[in-house]
């Protein structure tokens, strides 16, 4: 009777050590591309351009809704402005922008974050409750970077939208740099992040 009671108390730990497993076990969300985007804004001291990127990518929680990871794709050819309604100054822009004095297009087609921690964040002033670090690569170069984000974990779903300004000097986009000459662009540039991802089904 007492081999039994063994045997039927070993099943029962075994069963609940597995079914715990199951439950903590990583989750991987993949990005709603129709839904994300990553916005830019960059100034001159007397106008601005404003516009849009296409992302793509997933990340991953440890199945109790805390990210542990992630990895993004931001294609340079996807670049689209806002601002603008004459289509020729449009374009003139986004090839501009494509060229060697910005993202360099044809040498680095994509910019990547690769997500190293999430953390919880709270400063006053902001609505952010966490802290995204990462590392950015653009135009050949990885830096790391902070996002405040505010994160909305869900069963079936994640969002995440934060704001912070890029240094892009610090990437080696150094063209309009020069306050003395005509043309002088502002170092930092507005980033906005949003994000929409959903549970991934494969």
């Not at 199951?22 to 993949?30: N, Q």
């Not at 709603?32 to 804004?41: C, D, H, L, P």
């Not at 004095?101 to 999430?118: E, G, M, Q, R």
């Not at 790391?144 to 974990?153: F, G, M, N, Q």
Request: some cysteine; overall charge negative.
């Amino acid at each position: 009777m007492k081999q039994k009671i063994y045997y039927l108390f070993f099943t029962i730990m075994i069963l609940t050590a597995c079914s715990d497993k199951e439950s903590i076990s990583a989750v991987d969300y993949k990005v709603n591309e129709q839904n994300s985007a990553i916005e830019w804004k960059g100034s001159a001291p007397t106008h601005f351009h404003e516009g849009a990127f296409k992302v793509s990518g997933h990340l991953q929680t440890d199945g109790k809704g805390k990210i542990t990871g992630g990895d993004f794709t931001i294609p340079i050819a996807s670049i689209s402005n806002f601002d603008l309604t004459n289509e020729a100054e449009r374009e003139a822009l986004l090839n501009h922008l494509k060229s060697p004095d910005f993202f360099n297009l044809a040498v680095h087609p994509d910019a990547s974050f690769h997500i190293t921690k999430v953390e919880p964040y709270s400063q006053t002033g902001s609505n952010a409750n966490m802290m995204i670090t990462g590392d950015f690569t653009m135009i050949g170069q990885t830096h790391s970077i902070e996002i405040p984000a505010v994160i909305k974990t869900e069963k079936e779903k994640i969002s995440a939208e934060g704001s912070f300004k890029l240094k892009r000097l610090q990437w080696g986009m150094n063209s309009y740099n020069d306050p003395e000459q005509q043309l002088y662009i502002l170092p930092e540039v507005d980033i906005k992040l949003k994000l929409h991802l959903n549970k991934s089904t494969s």
